[in-house]
């Protein structure tokens, strides 16, 4: 899995030397994300050691098919298809286990986007995802996850989305409904809300930076090998999950119209782990083995994004409508 991560940082690597003078970002644009972030050691509250985190992630969006067509009102409308792919490395070190503790994260889906041309978008994502531990990966369990959306743009300073996401929420299968909108209230700033995981204002500076404070729920969950019988427990996998709210600070570059580089710091709040049993049930906390509130703590965030352009097949004007869209919804 490491030689995996390795060789495709070793890709965007080759593709940003050879493709800075790039086009901007288009519907046919094979986009690369990556990111670390250090989080800061701190105590655990409710028993003795502490405990911190190291993430690496890496994500792919290819296009795989855009169709660009004329509907009833003789307005330009598109059907996009995208294979979605991401990749997540945890190094957790957890005073209570006495060694660190390997996570992977990793998704694999297809996202589906209609615009009628007549400022109305519908989306839909379908995903497999693999959480698994260091022992477990070799002997990995897919769960799924997906999500519906409806999408209106009611004019070039704001637009609103309602639907109905499934997914595995802090380890138990969770069907919540959705809902968002974003909102320029000046020349320079605007706010986004995604309900019901996060609110952020925007501060555009200039071309190329733009500002951001925002404030969301986090988390993950990972199947972890139970090989020194923990809390009594003989079976032979438990869920690890772990929690916080995040307030940042975010800062966005755009080098060019192939690069941005990404930056943030902040603090995670109200934060836990916990060892728990698995559940499949949907909307139901599983029963946990054990659990321990974090101390407040800070952390920093550091990556990148990078776009491969293709001016074949272009539509200009469908972009310049949508495009704001999916790239804040859509990261």
Known sequence: ???????????????????????????????????????????????????????????????????????????????????????????????????????????????????????????????????????????????????????RIVNRNFYYHLGLTYKYSFGYAAILPVAGLKYQFADKWKILLFLPFHISTQYKLNEKLLLEARFNASGYVSYYSNKNNLFGQTNERMLFRKKANTIAINAKYRINSSLTLNAAIGREANRAVYFSDIKSEINKEPQNYFKSNIRNTMFVNLGFVFKIGDKKNRNTEVESEITDYIDDFLE
Request: overall charge neutral; charged content about 15%; proline content about 2%.
């Open 1 to 151: 899995m490491q030689n995996i991560a390795i060789t495709f940082t070793l890709l965007a690597s080759v593709l940003f030397l050879s493709n800075t003078n790039a086009q901007n970002l288009n519907l046919n644009s094979i986009s690369i994300k990556s990111d670390f972030k250090y989080t800061i050691n701190s105590e655990l509250v409710d028993t003795n050691g502490s405990f911190n985190s190291k993430e690496f992630s890496l994500g792919i969006n290819l296009p795989l098919y855009n169709h660009y067509f004329q509907n009833k009102d003789m307005k330009t409308a598109l059907f996009s298809l995208s294979l979605v792919n991401s990749n997540k490395y945890i190094k957790n070190d957890i005073g209570i286990l006495g060694a660190d503790n390997d996570l992977y994260n990793i998704s694999l889906g297809i996202r589906a986007l209609y615009y009628t041309g007549n400022k109305n978008i519908w989306l839909t994502k379908l995903s497999s995802n693999f959480f698994e531990d260091e022992y477990s990966i070799n002997n990995p369990e897919p769960r799924f996850s997906g999500a519906f959306l409806f999408n």
